[in-house]
């Protein structure tokens, strides 16, 4: 496993850890940085984990004029 992929796979862990905590949480991936994940990881990391969390179908994104808001996929119901 490469560090670029470890990385990856820690921030994953930490977004899901946060969902689990708070299931209704949503954010731009620049609050997701700076409070779900304490500024500890470079933006475009961040950005990376949450399109590949996005591509697993864990979490959606909402347009917001021009920012995105991600959060957890919500099932229809």
Known sequence: MTS????LDSII???RTYLCQYPH????C????Q???AGQYPPRAIELAL???????????IAAGTRQIWR???VPG
């Open 4 to 7: 670029d992929s470890a990385l």
């Open 13 to 15: 862990d930490q977004i």
């Open 25 to 28: 949480a949503a954010d731009t």
């Open 30 to 33: 620049e609050g997701i940085a």
């Open 35 to 37: 409070w779900w994940l």
């Open 51 to 61: 399109l590949r969390l996005h591509a697993m179908g864990e979490l959606e994104r």
């Open 72 to 74: 957890r996929q919500r």
